[in-house]
């Protein structure tokens, strides 16, 4: 079955600093990948997904991923980030039509 | 485009007393998930529904929940008696498709504090 670990709980970053928050997951077949963002009182935005193609993938907010098979990663990155970038960001798998299986999460804090 | 509307968003309980939360999915998109996201955890997929029909129930613990979508469009989640690990906070999102690289639309949760 495959797992999500999201290796930081939090993640305290200045605003402008680059940022990277890893994601590796766990699954004996092809997989689809997702990033999430999660706004204090809000639900769930959509960030950026794998399915399939070229291994670095671009992202709403100046974020993008980078889908590495052979490390089962697939780390968020920011080259600067900004205050309003606060959030939680959440990993997800899924092996083609399984459930979503999220990643407990990571707390991104940017300190001006 | 309206987005995924829940209510209430706040609810306080207490234990073995009955809870139900609503959500109304974007309009046009055939599927609706509800998922239970505990403190400082992810979102766990609870039940899918295509339409008005069951997709994945496989997570929802069938003695105390149940959830329904009698005409394909909002639905309902219940839970009965409830449990202090009911705590939690439930999303209801939805996808125009069944296939996982559809983009799920994800409403802003109902908080439940069960004492």
């Known amino acids: 079955a495959q797992s999500v670990t999201q290796l930081d709980s939090q993640v305290p970053v200045f605003e402008e600093a680059p940022v990277e928050l890893r994601c590796n997951y766990s699954?004996?077949?092809?997989?689809?990948l997702f990033w999430y963002v999660q706004y204090p009182n809000q639900g769930l935005q959509l960030l950026l997904k794998?399915?399939?193609?070229?291994?670095l993938v671009k992202g709403i907010n100046g974020f993008e991923a980078e889908f590495n098979k052979s490390q089962t990663s697939f780390h968020l990155r920011k080259p600067s980030v900004h205050i309003s970038d606060t959030a939680e960001y959440f990993c997800?798998?899924?092996?083609?039509?399984?459930?979503?299986?999220f990643g407990k999460g990571t707390r991104l804090s940017v300190i001006a | 485009e309206a987005g995924v509307a829940q209510s209430p968003r706040y609810k306080i309980i207490e234990k073995r007393q009955s809870v139900a939360f609503w959500c109304n999915p974007i309009?046009?998109?055939?599927?609706l998930y509800w998922y239970q996201q505990i403190l400082g955890q992810g979102p766990k997929l609870l039940i899918q529904?295509?339409?008005?029909?069951?997709?994945?129930d496989s997570q929802l613990p069938k003695d105390r929940f149940s959830a329904e979508r009698l005409k394909g469009v909002d639905s309902t989640l219940k839970i009965q008696p409830a449990k202090l690990e009911d705590s939690a906070v439930y999303l209801c999102?939805?996808?125009?498709?069944?296939?996982?690289?559809?983009?799920?639309?994800f409403g802003p949760g109902t908080r439940l504090t069960v004492l």
């Open positions: 999102a939805s996808s125009s498709g069944t296939g996982t690289g559809n983009e799920q639309f």
């Open positions: 699954s004996s077949v092809s997989v689809y």
């Open positions: 794998y399915l399939s193609g070229s291994t």
């Open positions: 997800a798998v899924s092996e083609g039509n399984t459930p979503l299986v």
């Open positions: 309009s046009g998109h055939a599927t």
């Open positions: 529904f295509q339409n008005n029909g069951v997709v994945d």
